[in-house]
C-alpha cells in the first residue's frame, strides 16, 4: 500500500507527508509527490494493466490515489494513426494522440481533474475550486457536479462564451475576474490557503499534476509498450509537457518499456510564449510575458512550470517552437482536413509547430512522432468566424441546385 513515499521539494528536497500542500516551508520550491518504484514494480505488469478499466485508472498503481471514486471515465482516449497528414507533412509514423474527445469535458484537463478531485476526496474536502483558463473550469464543474461537492471556478472574464457555458451548465459559482489569468491566479492563491477548498491547481496542485502522465502510459501501452521518438505537445503552465516527460520514465524505472530516447518538442502561442523565448535567448528563467494570442486556453504569462520545461527540453535532446496566431488557424484547418479532427486553439497551435519542426529539419520521415490534440475545436469556434468558406444558399429547387451548386464543382 505504500506506493506514495510523500512529498518533495523540487527545489531543496526536503521531504513532507502526503498532506493537500504545494509549497516547500524552507524556499518556497514547488512540492512533487515521490513514489516507492521498488514497491510499485513488485505489484506492476503490462498484463495488470491491459485488464485494467478503459480510463486512465488502469494506471492507478502509479497515480496518488488509493481508491479512485471521481473521473472514472476520464482517459483511455485514441491513438490515431494519422496517414493524411503524415504524407503532407513527410511524416510516415505520425500519431495524433486525441484528448479532444477526452470524457467528459473534450479536453485533456478530465485526467488531471479525475486525480484531484478523487485525492480530495480522500483527503474529505467538500469544496473544489480552480483558477482556470477555460478547460479546466469545464472540468471541475462536471466532476465536482459528479462527486456531490461544492465548486467555484475562477476565469478570466474575455474567456470564449462556449467556454463559459461550457462551466456554468453544471451550475458551479463561475467567478469571472477582470484580468488575465495570472491575474486571477494570483487572487487564487491569496485566498486558497485560507477556504478549505481543494483547489485543484493551487493546494492540490501536486496531485492534479500526475494526471498528466497518463498521457504518456497510454501512449506507451498503445504503441505496443515502447516510448515515441519524439512527442510534440503544448504548454500553457508547462505541466502537462513535464509529466510526459515524468511518464515514459516512471514507465521505464518500473521495467515496463526499455529505454526513453523522446525527444520533446514543446508547442507554444507566438502572443504568449514565455518558455519558448527564454528557450530561444538560451535562458534558464523565465521572464513572465502579458498574454495576446487566440489560444486562450495556453494563455500562461508566468508559467508555474516553466523552468522544469526548460529543464526536460535540454534533458531529453527537446526544443521549444512558436506559432503567430494565423498559424494557429491554418493549424485548425490542417487537421481537420486531413484527419477529420477539429481541435481548439491550443492544438491549432501543437499542429503548427509541428509544421516547423519538420521543415527546420528537426523530424526525419521515418521516426515515429506523438502530437498531443489536448482540447476540442467546439469550444473555441468564434476564432474560425470569418475564417471559412460559406454554405451555398439556395431555394428549394432543382433549378437553383443545378445553377448554384453543381455549376460550381
Ligand atoms: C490547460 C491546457 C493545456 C496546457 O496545460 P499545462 O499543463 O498548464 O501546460 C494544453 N491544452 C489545453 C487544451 C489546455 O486546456
Ligand atoms: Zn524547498
Partial sequence: MAKVKGLKCRECGREYPAEPIHVCEFCFGPLEVVYDYDEIKKNISREKIEKGPKSLWRYVDLLPVENPTVGLTAGFTPLKKAEKLGEVLGLKNLYIKDDSVNHPTLSFKDRVVSVALSKAKEFGFDTAACASTGNLANSVAAHSAQAGMNCFVFIPANLETQKIIGSLVFNPTVVAVEGNYDDVNRLCSEIANDLGWAFVNINIRPYYAEGSKTLAFEVAEQLGW??????????????????????????????????????????????????????????????????????????????????????????????????????????????????????????????????????????????????????????????????LSTPVKIKPTLKDFKEKVLARV
Fill in 226 to 387: 515502447r516510448a515515441p521518438d519524439v512527442v510534440v505537445a503544448p504548454a500553457a503552465s508547462g505541466s502537462l509537457y513535464t509529466k510526459i516527460w515524468k511518464g515514459f520514465n516512471e514507465l521505464k524505472k518500473v521495467g515496463l518499456i526499455d529505454e526513453v530516447k523522446t525527444r520533446m518538442y514543446g508547442a507554444q502561442a507566438e502572443g504568449c510564449s514565455p518558455i519558448a523565448q527564454a528557450w530561444r535567448e538560451g535562458r534558464d528563467f523565465i521572464k513572465p510575458v502579458k498574454p495576446n494570442t487566440i489560444a486562450k486556453s495556453i494563455a500562461i504569462g508566468n508559467p508555474a512550470d516553466g523552468i522544469y520545461a526548460l529543464q526536460v527540453a535540454r534533458e531529453s535532446n527537446g526544443a521549444w517552437e512558436t506559432a503567430t496566431d494565423e498559424e494557429i488557424i491554418e493549424g485548425i484547418k490542417l487537421l481537420a482536413q486531413t484527419e477529420g479532427i477539429f481541435t481548439e486553439t491550443a492544438g491549432g497551435t501543437t499542429i503548427a509547430v509541428l509544421k516547423k519542426y519538420v521543415e527546420k529539419g528537426m523530424i526525419s520521415p521515418e521516426e515515429t512522432v506523438v502530437v498531443y490534440i489536448t482540447g476540442n475545436g467546439y469550444k473555441t469556434m468564434e476564432v474560425l468566424e470569418g475564417k
